[in-house]
């Protein structure tokens, strides 16, 4: 019970970061509208800007976030966290201008930036062979946080745009009380380490974290895989739209289809899946899994068809955990929140980049000045990036580091 109710906290503030962009998207447009007294395509640009502020602060401050949790302790930064996280959406539901709103998206970004201190408590509490498979958990939370952040989002606009806010601060409010009373410090004084600023920030902690023998390709396979796999997101309601009619309900129905089977792959079949083939076997399985699911879904012309695939798409992201636990291998105790800093910033890389160059790459293959057309380009893109992927991982693996193989 000691061990569970503190993964059960780190799970709530997994999925309470990941549902928020999604519980507040359904009503983003019309509070937005009400702040500028403008159009809906004044609207999306300005959409567009409070999605982009998130992601760029989550990629500036998950480093330091990090770095802070392997100084000062996973308990205490994910605590004050959470308290700024609900004060920080209890000011957003009162918003009265558009700025008071941006400047609390950006907040929310460094506030949501926990997942490095979440997977390095995950890390602490592991032993080598459950790494994986509790990383798996921590994927798994993020996937149940993309389902139900859309749908609470949803319900909750019935009562006007600014009750998602209101949800959201209660929400964080409660699980702070509940992560006050049950979650231990796993950080010892054998595995503290200083907090330096020139390690609590993107580049300073690549130059520092690059340095660990065989790390550099795995660094860049998380990098091109975060940017292939954020297709989904990026552009899944406009190329269903486009290729096969479905309006807002139906893709609401897709999206939940394909969280909820990416919860059930991370929280329960990647276990098995890790046991049997182990880690790196797992990878190059995700992997595969991954490029064949993005290359079927350009080409299949049925909704029907691609619904069905969902499951088989969630399948291949059983990369993501076997990877993070490949490279949780080569870090000392007191770095884990380092790396997992990094690599959160590494993700956030992929949400800032990825909706940009899908949704342009979407837009010039459905317009007159493509050569034919194709909507499922972006989705041809990412199973390139994919293939890359393999290559890079299969070149690395024949190389010698430090007279050992790649694991």
């Not at 400047?103 to 790494?131: C, E, H, L, N, P």
Request: charged share 10%; aromatic share 12%.
């Amino acid at each position: 019970m000691k061990t569970r109710l503190p993964i059960l906290f780190i799970m709530i503030t997994l999925v309470i970061d990941s549902m928020g962009i999604g519980l507040i998207m359904p009503v983003m447009p019309d509070l937005i509208r009400q702040l500028r007294h403008t159009d809906l395509a004044s609207a999306a640009m300005w959409g567009g800007v409070l999605a982009t502020s998130f992601a760029v602060m989550q990629f500036l401050f998950s480093p330091t976030i990090g770095n802070l949790s392997d100084r000062f302790g996973r308990r205490r930064v994910l605590l004050v966290s959470l308290f700024f996280m609900s004060l920080d959406y209890l000011v957003m539901a009162v918003a009265g201008s558009i700025w008071i709103l941006l400047a609390g998206r950006i907040v929310a970004g460094i506030t949501a930036a926990t997942q490095s201190t979440g997977t390095a408590f995950m890390a602490d509490i592991s032993t080598a062979k459950d790494k994986a498979k509790n990383f798996g958990l921590v994927s798994a939370a993020f996937g149940i946080g993309f389902v139900i952040g859309p749908l609470i989002g949803g319900v909750l606009s019935i009562f006007g745009p600014r009750a998602p806010f209101y949800a959201a601060a209660a929400l964080a409010a409660a699980n702070f009380t509940f992560g006050y009373f049950v979650m231990p410090e796993t950080v010892t004084d054998t595995i503290r380490r200083p907090f330096e600023w020139r390690r609590a920030n993107p580049l300073g902690a690549f130059k520092h974290i690059a340095r660990l023998p065989r790390l550099k390709p795995l660094l860049t396979v998380h990098l091109l895989y975060s940017i292939a796999f954020f297709v989904y997101p990026a552009v899944w309601a406009y190329f269903t739209r486009e290729r096969f009619g479905w309006d807002g309900l139906m893709v609401g129905y897709s999206l939940a289809i394909f969280g909820i089977s990416l919860a059930v792959v991370q929280g329960f079949l990647i276990r098995h899946i890790i046991a049997r083939l182990g880690e790196k076997r797992t990878l190059l399985f995700g992997l595969v899994v991954n490029m064949l699911s993005f290359l079927m879904i350009g080409l299949i012309p049925y909704g029907w068809l691609v619904m069905m695939l969902a499951p088989l798409n969630a399948l291949g992201s059983v990369s993501g955990p076997a990877l993070m636990a490949i490279m949780s291998h080569t870090a000392e105790d007191n770095q884990q929140g380092e790396l997992q800093g990094l690599l959160g910033s590494i993700g956030s890389i992929g949400t800032i980049v990825s909706p940009i160059l899908m949704t342009q790459t979407f837009s010039y293959f459905i317009s007159v000045r493509a050569p034919f057309y194709m909507p499922g380009a972006p989705f041809f893109l990412s199973t390139g990036m994919i293939a890359v992927c393999i290559g890079i991982y299969f070149a690395a693996s024949q190389r010698k580091t430090l007279e050992q193989p790649l694991p």
